[in-house]
């Protein structure tokens, strides 16, 4: 599978934490097994961030005015394509939140980023968390994907 993929970083200091080349191969890895039926090279973009630039974004799409740790926009829903690219959509993440929460529970800043972005992505490809239901399967989805990568709690 071809991906590619545009991250944008609006934060300082957090590039000694993440690894962009390592998250490329876990995106690549996550898609081959969870979107096989990509025809076209798959177009993700990301944008790291802090908490007053995704509370704006929060604010403004969703209604919310408190910071998160990640939302997405999946255009592969509204069948939105840019060129010959299979378009799936736009992460932001808040990496002063993702370490927020890593304290928060307990584990490392690593395994939180890794869950918030298996997160981002399983919503680019329709899974959701508004009913219980479904957010059981997303979250069992979520703890099998960080697993099987080595990304457990600690």
Same mark, same amino acid.
């Given at each position: 599978? +071809?991906? *590619?993929?545009?991250?944008?970083?609006?934060?300082?200091?957090?590039?000694?934490?993440?690894?962009?080349?390592? *998250?490329?191969?876990?995106?690549?890895?996550?898609?081959? =097994? +969870?979107?096989?039926?990509?025809?076209?090279? %798959?177009? %993700?973009?990301?944008?790291?961030?802090?908490? =007053?630039?995704?509370?704006?974004?929060?604010?403004?799409?969703? &209604?919310?005015?408190?910071?998160?740790?990640?939302?997405?926009?999946?255009?592969?829903?509204?069948?939105?394509?840019? /060129?010959?690219?299979?378009?799936? &959509?736009?992460?932001?993440?808040?990496? =002063?939140? *993702?370490? !927020?929460? $890593? &304290?928060?529970? &307990?584990?490392?800043?690593?395994?939180?980023?890794?869950? *918030?972005?298996?997160? /981002?992505?399983?919503?680019?490809? /329709?899974?959701?968390?508004?009913?219980? !239901?479904?957010? $059981? %399967?997303?979250?069992?989805?979520?703890? !099998?994907?960080?697993?099987?990568? /080595?990304?457990?709690?600690?």
């Amino acid at each position: 599978m +071809e991906l *590619v993929l545009e991250i944008g970083n609006e934060t300082e200091g957090y590039e000694k934490k993440i690894d962009i080349e390592k *998250v490329e191969e876990y995106i690549k890895m996550l898609l081959v =097994e +969870e979107y096989p039926e990509a025809q076209k090279p %798959v177009y %993700v973009s990301i944008l790291l961030t802090n908490n =007053e630039n995704i509370q704006i974004v929060n604010r403004e799409y969703r &209604g919310k005015d408190s910071p998160t740790d990640v939302i997405s926009f999946a255009y592969h829903e509204t069948e939105f394509e840019i /060129g010959p690219y299979d378009t799936l &959509g736009d992460i932001i993440i808040s990496l =002063e939140r *993702v370490e !927020e929460q $890593a &304290g928060d529970y &307990g584990h490392n800043f690593k395994r939180e980023f890794y869950y *918030v972005l298996t997160h /981002g992505i399983l919503h680019l490809l /329709g899974y959701d968390h508004i009913e219980d !239901e479904d957010k $059981a %399967v997303m979250r069992k989805k979520e703890e !099998e994907i960080l697993k099987r990568c /080595g990304y457990t709690r600690n």
